[in-house]
């Protein structure tokens, strides 16, 4: 199997790779892909690319749908740099509220002065700030990131309370039992001292922080994004600063606009930029391929449906890759109805318009079988593993 890479991959992720893969530089004929930020949206597809994983969370780089329609599976990373993301929001609320940057900076600017050791008793108080010890922290959406902000909240002294109407159950029990979730956050809003944003950027949240919100907020909010930039409505942003409701605005995120606000402490998207993260990332992604080649299983697909699989234990496995509709999967089960006394296991799952089938068998897929299932519309891929 050939594997190429479109950015820099850990070396130490791409060590995990079996005999069986070959990382190779051409990736116009690659079997797999590695992928971070490089933008696939105008991608020329080839006939035997099986899987892309992005080494990331985030996958806004890759046209999902045209890669499912090309019997493409796309995978993510989730969690696997959640930590290096919730130390960077625990250093956003710290620099927030002490103003760290700007005493920083003073003592940059006076570096000549050679009594700035007295000097700095006079200065120091243009740099005071508030501790953290106490305060109420708001955390929107309690996935892999959010759970451990926090977490790590409480462990700080704060007091947490937590939004996610779609928390897992492993989610729920990852969480300190001090995590108080909430249902409303009409509620939440008037006595957070900090928000953390946590979210999806989908058409539901897209400028989820606006200024029906602002206003309700507590004055002097400090508003942590560390998940996507228009999460939050810029122009409303503006005058919340203003009007001094919001009071520090921390972001990973630095759009053109907000780059030139006061009030802003912002990072050049270094959320996973460490190198544990990296190699996480990296690990959990050929992980997620050579499983999929070598078993088919899918695990953290976010254009097909997920199927945990064991070792083929019978003479070969099928898999297929298909539009999910009544006609197509008639088709399969009219053609595979025919194996009906060879079939040791089999698995079907939709998500959205993509539908994913596994057979395993204790014979050899039929050559004519196979044929009419390649010949058949709204199939996209079809592969055996022996």
């Given at each position: ?247 520090k605005y921390v972001t990973d995120f630095p759009n053109h606009f907000v780059a030139n606000l006061n009030n802003v402490i912002y990072f050049p998207h270094l959320g996973a930029s460490t190198a544990e993260s990296e190699e996480n990332c990296a690990t959990m992604a050929v992980h997620q391929l050579m499983n999929f080649i070598d078993k088919g299983e899918i695990v953290n ?42 079939i040791e296991y089999q698995a079907e799952k939709v998500r959205g318009n993509f539908a994913y089938y596994v057979f395993d068998l204790d014979k050899h897929m039929p050559k004519d079988l196979m044929d009419d ?14």
């Amino acid at each position: 199997m050939k594997v190429s890479c479109l950015n820099n991959i850990s070396e130490v992720g791409l060590k995990h790779f079996t005999s069986r893969y070959q990382v190779v530089d051409d990736n116009n004929d690659s079997d797999l892909i590695l992928v971070r930020s490089t933008k696939m949206h105008d991608y020329n597809i080839n006939d035997n690319l099986l899987a892309v994983a992005r080494a990331g969370a985030g996958v806004n780089n890759i046209p999902l749908d045209k890669m499912a329609e090309a019997g493409v599976v796309v995978f993510n990373t989730p969690g696997a740099n959640s930590n290096a993301v919730k130390e960077l929001v625990i250093a956003g609320m710290l620099m927030s509220s002490r103003d760290l940057i700007g005493g920083n900076q003073w003592v940059k600017e006076n570096k000549d002065d050679k009594d700035i050791l007295k000097s700095i008793e006079k200065a120091k108080k243009a740099y005071g700030g508030n501790e953290i010890l106490g305060k109420n922290l708001l955390v929107i959406g309690l996935g892999a990131v959010g759970g451990k902000v926090a977490n790590a909240a409480i462990s700080l002294g704060l007091k947490v309370l937590g939004f996610d109407p779609y928390i897992s159950d492993n989610a729920r029990r990852a969480l300190d039992n001090k995590v108080e979730i909430i249902d409303d956050l009409s509620k939440a809003y008037p006595v957070a001292d900090f928000i953390s944003l946590h979210l999806p950027l989908i058409d539901s949240t897209k400028h989820f922080m606006n200024e029906s919100v602002f206003n309700s907020c507590k004055p002097g909010v400090v508003i942590l994004n560390y998940a996507r930039d228009l999460l939050v409505k810029n122009e409303d942003l503006k005058v919340a600063i203003e009007n001094e409701i919001v009071k520090k605005y921390v972001t990973d995120f630095p759009n053109h606009f907000v780059a030139n606000l006061n009030n802003v402490i912002y990072f050049p998207h270094l959320g996973a930029s460490t190198a544990e993260s990296e190699e996480n990332c990296a690990t959990m992604a050929v992980h997620q391929l050579m499983n999929f080649i070598d078993k088919g299983e899918i695990v953290n697909s976010v254009n097909y449906p997920n199927v945990k699989l064991e070792r083929l234990m019978n003479e070969e496995r099928l898999t297929i890759l298909a539009k999910n509709d009544p006609s197509s999967a008639r088709v399969i089960d009219a053609i595979m109805n025919k194996l009906s006394d060879s079939i040791e296991y089999q698995a079907e799952k939709v998500r959205g318009n993509f539908a994913y089938y596994v057979f395993d068998l204790d014979k050899h897929m039929p050559k004519d079988l196979m044929d009419d299932l390649n010949n058949t519309d709204g199939i996209y891929k079809i592969r055996t593993i022996k």
